[in-house]
């Protein structure tokens, strides 16, 4: 699927193409973009970083998909899925080494979970979002699931305001524990806020916000990637209409 895309300065048009990647080089690519991304941004300590990669035991469960800008032939974003049948067979999801999923065993249905999602910061906005969840509609669609998972992340450069300072907002709109509870191996620490925080929800966060997923309790502290990660929860018949068609028949 081909989306035209126009940059910031409305000068030059951009061609964005969503693709499955498949094979060792593309899979190469995705780890190289993921590596530029946690490493260049948050400093995160990543397996692989002395090839240049962001690299796991997971990757070679999970199904790859990004966004290639065709103008230039690199990608610019990606995300990885991994799906229950996967999970099973490694023994886990991968939010399981940061939740402790209390209910998972209990939702009807087949289970998709997104994780390493990552958007070049040229590229960081709501278009090329749209065609990264284009694919992820059809691959969504295919295997018939009924829920997607994955972790949502905040910087937590600054000491950890932002992300209480959000995770207020997301409690008074965004939280519910009626599918599954999400707690936390290893809690945010207390901080007390100051009156003036304003919160700047990050980009990815405010667009799962917007498909209607829920988040499932408090974030967990990843002390390598230096985020807060907010278990997200999207059930697929709950889809939010507005934006239903970035998902188009996958409701």
């Known amino acids: 699927m081909t989306q035209i895309a126009r940059s910031g300065d409305n000068s030059t048009e951009r061609r964005l193409q969503a693709e499955r990647l498949v094979g060792p080089a593309a899979l190469r690519e995705a780890q190289a973009l993921r590596f ?3 490493s260049g941004e948050f400093k995160a300590k990543l397996k692989g970083a002395e090839q240049g ?3 796991d ?9 990004g966004v290639r800008d065709l103008n230039s032939g690199r990608l610019v974003a990606t995300t990885r899925l991994l799906d229950h049948r996967a999970a099973s067979s490694l023994g886990r999801f991968y939010s399981e080494e940061e939740f402790s999923l209390h209910g998972l065993g209990h939702l009807q249905g ?21 065609v990264l969840w284009s694919e992820l509609a ?20 600054d000491g950890g305001v932002q992300a209480h300072a959000i995770m207020q907002r997301l409690r008074e709109q965004h939280l519910c524990t009626e599918y599954l509870r999400a707690e936390p191996k290893n809690p945010l620490p207390n ?14 966060l405010k667009a799962y916000m917007r498909l209607g997923a829920k988040i499932c ?5 990843d002390e390598d990637f230096q985020v807060a990660d907010v278990f ?16 188009k028949a996958a409701v």
């Open 36 to 38: 530029s991304v946690f």
């Open 53 to 55: 990669l962001d690299m």
């Open 57 to 65: 035991d997971y990757d070679a469960h999970c199904l790859h998909i």
């Open 110 to 130: 087949p289970i998709l979970e997104l994780g390493r999602t990552c958007v070049d910061a040229a590229y960081r906005n709501g278009g090329t979002i749209a």
């Open 138 to 157: 059809e691959i969504l669609n295919e295997g018939r699931y009924s829920y997607l998972m994955g972790c949502a992340s905040i910087p937590m450069q």
């Open 191 to 204: 901080l007390a806020l100051p009156g003036n925080v304003i919160a700047q929800m990050p980009p990815l």
């Open 217 to 221: 309790g408090e974030p967990c502290w």
């Open 232 to 247: 997200i929860l999207l059930k697929r018949d709950e889809l939010c209409p507005r934006y239903a068609r970035h998902f």
